[in-house]
């Protein structure tokens, strides 16, 4: 699927690096520079691909009956959970992820392209949530990915950055740098410790509530090391479906959770506070380096 992107046609060229393309109902903004091939789509401001030259694709992408329809939700990549995290509203995860964005500024220059999306409350937003916002995601492309949420207006939210990323074996990753303490999901939420780096048999759903500001996730089966670089964040997501969750998700391949893991920045156990001219943020900075 993230090689797919790239041989769309393009339907509006915006800027020599920059161009339109149409995935199946949904519009794509793709990024063909010579330091990154990067593609997010309108509905969502939804990051479905980040490579930077000379490197394998870095974000997972489902390609197995993932519907890149109207309304539906993307199996991969990095939703934008927003104002709620998980089924504490419907839909499950926010409505952010499945509202259609505008891109309202773009640049490039040699290092790679910026691009900025925005939304605002609208009828069918009010309807799911009373508040007046303006959401901004911006999004610096490059040898490294950095992706900033700002949210305006006068309310609490909860919210994550729900990054997906390629791997090459799920029983040989290991994730460093995600804290001690955690609420373990699978286990109804029950708080828990582990000590050293997380490695994953079976389905993993964690809340880390003491996570460091960058999180390791090593794969000696690609001999790399992703950085995941936490940025007003209070807490950290780990998730892998396992093989059984695998197999009962529609737009996930039943093997689909060998390659895949997420790591997650969040603001659960302190929700982000919009007040006046204060906006609240919630960022993220990719970047990978050899080996593992």
């Not at 990067?38 to 000379?54: E, R």
């Not at 994550?160 to 740098?177: E, R, T």
Request: hydrophobic share 35%.
């Amino acid at each position: 699927m993230n090689e797919k992107v790239f041989t769309l046609p393009i339907s509006k060229q915006i800027s020599p690096y920059i161009s339109q393309r149409q995935l199946d109902e949904l519009s794509v903004v793709v990024v063909s520079h010579p330091k990154v091939r990067a593609a997010v789509t309108l509905q969502g401001a939804h990051l479905i691909s980040w490579q930077p030259s000379g490197e394998r694709p870095v974000i997972w992408l489902s390609d197995n009956n993932t519907p890149f329809k109207t309304g539906s939700a993307i199996r991969g990549g990095v939703p934008i959970c927003w104002p709620w995290f998980g089924p504490a509203g419907k839909p499950s995860h926010g409505f952010a992820r499945n509202q259609p964005w505008r891109l309202t500024a773009h640049d490039e220059d040699q290092d790679g392209v910026i691009l900025t999306f925005t939304l605002q409350d609208n009828e069918q937003t009010r309807k799911l949530w009373p508040h007046a916002f303006m959401l901004i995601a911006r999004f610096k492309l490059g040898e490294s990915c950095e992706i900033e949420l700002e949210s305006h207006g006068d309310y609490q939210a909860t919210a994550a950055l729900h990054s997906y990323f390629q791997i090459g074996d799920i029983a040989k990753v290991s994730v460093a740098g995600l804290g001690e303490t955690y609420l373990d999901k699978v286990a109804n939420g029950a708080e828990a410790r582990q000590s050293g780096e997380v490695t994953f048999s079976g389905q993993t759903d964690r809340i880390y509530t003491q996570p460091a500001a960058c999180s390791l996730i090593k794969d000696p089966a690609l001999q790399r090391t992703i950085e995941v670089q936490h940025h007003h964040m209070s807490d950290v997501i780990a998730w892998n479906p396992g093989a059984e969750l695998s197999c009962s998700m529609a737009d996930m391949a039943n093997d689909g959770y060998k390659t895949m893991v997420c790591v997650e920045t969040g603001r659960l156990s302190k929700p982000l506070l919009a007040q006046g001219e204060q906006p609240a943020r919630l960022a993220v900075t990719f970047r990978c380096r050899k080996g593992a």
